[in-house]
């Protein structure tokens, strides 16, 4: 059982660990979104930031949310 679980929470933190830059570049597209000039190339550029980020993270959300899974279900009580 103890196994499991530290092969669980390895898997936890490396994704994590691949989930934490691509969720960092969302949230500064975010920022520059919410400070920019809709009109502005700043803005434009921004906003395919966050398309391309938002896009990547899909499949890295999905992949962290069985790792969550994964951990609970194999965490001792």
Known sequence: ????????????????????????QAMR?????QSADPN?????????DLHVAATVLEPYSEGIVEAINQ???D???
């Open 1 to 24: 059982m103890i196994a499991l679980f530290e092969k669980s929470l390895t898997s936890l933190k490396r994704h994590i660990a691949e989930y934490r830059p691509q969720l960092e």
């Open 29 to 33: 597209a975010i920022e520059v979104l």
């Open 40 to 48: 502005s190339e700043e803005f434009s550029q921004a906003l395919a």
């Open 71 to 73: 951990f609970t279900e």
């Open 75 to 77: 965490r001792p009580d």
